[in-house]
């Protein structure tokens, strides 16, 4: 299956690392736990590690999520996903431009953070105009998030309609969410919901992903019709 098709079909809850929000358990075991748990995508967020230390962890990332049949992105370091050969890579509006990381990684999954309805009014007017290089893009912060410093403007769910209307491109929300905002979030027209902490805090991470990706997964389906 290639890559998009993969992400739009499989793709439910999309599990991001904080090493330091796992309660001492680190990115390895977090790893295997979301795996466990029927995640079909991983992104690896790494601000701390000495490059070649990276390096490895992508690598373990990158054998495991194969073994399993999962998507594996990495935040920000184009360089590090090309080296272990994952999937994707995930930027924001300071990193390198997805033009530019198109031009190395012809056939990767470009995901591209939109924290304004000017960014995604943005990127909607390249999708039509044919020069997007974008695969998918994040909305948020959609709630109060501890894992972004210095946010102050939390979007909410009633600005998810609004934001993503204009642009055709899949996207996924992000930010503060709980299993409770599930519901209301699918409601407002999420399909993909990515998260930090309601996992990586979980007692059993395994279990936790499994909830998350039965739940929207079995609503998105009464949604669409499918049985």
Same mark, same amino acid.
């Given at each position: 299956m290639a890559r998009m098709q993969q992400f739009i079909d499989e793709v439910c809850v999309y599990p991001v690392t904080c090493d330091s929000? %796992? &309660? /001492? +358990? /680190?990115? +390895?075991e977090w790893l295997d736990q979301v795996l466990s748990g029927g995640a079909k995508i991983v992104q690896l967020r790494d601000k701390e590690s000495k490059d070649n230390l990276f390096l490895e !962890?992508?690598?373990?990332f990158r054998t495991k999520t194969r073994e399993a049949g999962? =998507?594996?992105?990495?935040? @920000? +370091?184009l360089d590090i996903a090309l080296l272990s050969d994952a999937d994707g890579i995930h930027v924001g509006q300071g @990193?390198?431009?997805p033009s530019e990381l198109r031009k190395l990684a012809p056939d990767m999954i470009i995901g591209h953070s939109c924290n304004t309805k000017e960014q995604v =009014?943005?990127?909607a007017d390249e999708v039509n105009t044919g020069t997007s290089c974008v695969s998918y893009y994040n909305v948020g912060p959609i709630y109060q998030t501890a894992t972004k410093e210095g946010? &102050?403007?939390?979007? /909410?769910? !009633?600005?998810?309609?609004?934001? %993503?209307s204009a642009c055709s491109l899949p996207f996924t929300v992000m930010g503060g969410i709980k299993f409770a905002h599930i519901d209301e979030l699918l409601g407002a027209g999420v399909r993909r919901i990515a998260v930090v902490t309601a996992i990586s805090q979980a007692a059993d991470m395994a279990a936790e992903t499994? !909830?998350?990706q039965k739940k929207i997964r079995e609503k998105r389906n009464r949604m669409d019709g499918v049985d």
């Open positions: 929000l %796992t &309660h /001492g +358990r /680190g990115d +390895r !962890k992508a690598n373990y999962a =998507l594996f992105l990495v935040n @920000d +370091r @990193d390198l431009p =009014l943005a990127l946010l &102050h403007n939390f979007l /909410g769910s !009633k600005a998810i309609a609004e934001y %993503t499994e !909830k998350w």
